[in-house]
């Protein structure tokens, strides 16, 4: 697990730089080869990217029908428990289960926040990625009516 983190952690990091590389130099600094050079290796990394953003949308989407499954086969007892005390409505019954599952509540956020975050991530480098394949086009457009090869 720690192995995966720091891949993981290694592998935004090594994309950020590239972005940030990409934003200092300008595409229209570089040869046809060095935007073709950013382009692969980002889109190297993104296949990391995506195949954890991919894990952590699973992960989240089980923890989510985890919780329900948990909610409902507590339900009918803890409102059998609260109407022993006086009349329960659904919303108490709500609120009971929340503060019984917060634990998995707040893990269901952290794991929803990391696999929002990754899913974005993923998103803006193939953005990235397909604005690297136009400017390489241009830059091939420009080679070829100059007469370079």
Same mark, same amino acid.
Do not use: C
């Given at each position: 697990?720690?192995?995966?983190? *720091?891949? !993981?952690?290694?592998? #935004? $990091? $090594?994309?950020?730089?590239?972005?940030?590389?990409?934003?200092?130099?300008?595409?229209? @600094?570089?040869?046809?080869?060095?935007?073709?050079?950013?382009?692969?290796?980002?889109?190297?990394?993104?296949?990391?990217?995506? $195949?954890?953003?991919?894990?952590?949308?699973?992960?989240?989407?089980?923890?989510?029908?985890? @919780?329900?499954?948990?909610?409902?086969?507590?339900?009918?007892?803890?409102?059998?428990? #609260? +109407?022993? !005390?006086? @009349?329960?409505?659904?919303?108490?019954?709500?609120?009971?289960?929340? %503060?019984? #599952?917060?634990?998995?509540?707040?893990?269901?956020?952290?794991?929803?926040?990391?696999?929002? @975050?990754?899913?974005?991530?993923? $998103? *803006? +480098?193939?953005?990235?990625? +397909? *604005?690297?394949?136009?400017?390489?086009? %241009?830059? #091939?457009?420009?080679?070829?009516? *100059?007469?370079?090869?």
């Amino acid at each position: 697990m720690a192995r995966r983190i *720091s891949h !993981l952690v290694w592998v #935004l $990091e $090594e994309a950020e730089n590239i972005v940030r590389d990409i934003i200092e130099i300008g595409t229209g @600094k570089m040869t046809v080869d060095q935007v073709v050079e950013y382009q692969n290796r980002l889109a190297a990394l993104n296949f990391y990217i995506g $195949e954890y953003a991919a894990k952590a949308v699973s992960k989240t989407n089980f923890a989510y029908a985890n @919780k329900k499954f948990r909610y409902a086969d507590k339900w009918s007892p803890m409102k059998e428990k #609260l +109407n022993a !005390l006086g @009349k329960a409505t659904d919303s108490d019954v709500k609120a009971a289960l929340d %503060v019984k #599952l917060k634990d998995d509540t707040d893990k269901h956020i952290k794991d929803q926040a990391i696999s929002d @975050k990754l899913s974005a991530v993923w $998103e *803006s +480098n193939q953005q990235i990625i +397909n *604005s690297l394949a136009s400017a390489i086009k %241009v830059k #091939l457009g420009e080679r070829a009516t *100059s007469g370079m090869n």
